[in-house]
């Protein structure tokens, strides 16, 4: 699976530190029961408008990965664009039709937290086993430097407490400390001056 351009999907805005990972239109060979249908159908003008929508809805059909989310753009007329977060899949998974196992293309479902449900379905996508392993590898990239942070932030402010504990307790003693030498020494100078009036 090759990296694609940015440029190939004008309507993707990427944030700073966001990369783009995978990017593919549905199969071509998934128009095939679309044509196979239409073209019958043609004959009777019922048909040319089933072919054109299926192939306007291909064209118009991007899925993407990128570091942090998962993108699915649909639209001829209109755009919708949807966008699920890493740190929010819950599960994946992909199906492949006998047509699908034999073109080599298949659906990606992608549910998520919260939903309990699949939330987006990358259809008839060309290798969908590596789509799946692509999606579960960044999913689980990202939890482990999110869990890594937050284990970081904790120990942090363990650390930051347990110093001032340390400064609160060090503080008193050195103060009883000094107390302690001035009552010593005050005794000394007094004797010294009874001393010295004798």
């Given at each position: 699976?090759?990296?694609?351009?940015?440029?190939?999907?004008?309507?993707?805005?990427?944030?700073?530190?966001?990369?783009?990972?995978?990017g593919d239109t549905p199969h071509r060979l998934s128009l095939l029961l679309s044509i196979?249908?239409?073209?019958?159908?043609?004959l009777v003008i019922v048909g040319i408008p089933l072919v054109v929508s299926s192939y306007l809805h291909h064209t118009n059909t991007n899925y993407v990965i990128t570091t942090t989310a998962v993108y699915k753009k649909r639209g001829i007329?209109?755009?919708?664009?949807q966008?699920?977060?890493?740190?929010?899949?819950?599960?994946?998974?992909?199906?492949?039709?006998?047509?699908g196992s034999y073109f080599g293309y298949g659906t990606v479902e992608i549910a998520?937290?919260?939903?309990?449900?699949?939330?987006?379905r990358f259809r008839n996508v060309e290798s969908p086993r590596e789509v799946q392993t692509k999606i579960n590898e960044r999913s689980a990239e990202t939890e482990n430097g999110t869990n890594g942070e937050d284990a970081e932030?904790?120990?942090?402010?363990?650390?930051?407490?347990?110093?001032?504990?340390?400064?609160?307790?060090?503080?008193?003693?050195?103060?009883?400390?000094?107390?302690?030498?001035r009552s010593?020494?005050?005794?000394?100078?007094?004797?010294?001056?009874t001393e010295e009036s004798l």
């Open positions: 699976m090759d990296t694609p351009s940015a440029d190939e999907f004008e309507w993707l805005t990427l944030d700073e530190d966001e990369e783009l990972l995978w196979g249908v239409g073209l019958p159908l043609c007329f209109s755009r919708s664009v966008r699920v977060e890493f740190d929010k899949v819950q599960n994946t998974s992909y199906q492949q039709s006998m047509m998520t937290a919260g939903t309990g449900g699949v939330e987006m932030a904790v120990l942090d402010e363990i650390l930051t407490e347990l110093q001032a504990i340390r400064q609160s307790i060090d503080e008193p003693a050195e103060a009883s400390s000094a107390e302690s030498d010593k020494a005050e005794p000394a100078a007094s004797g010294t001056g």
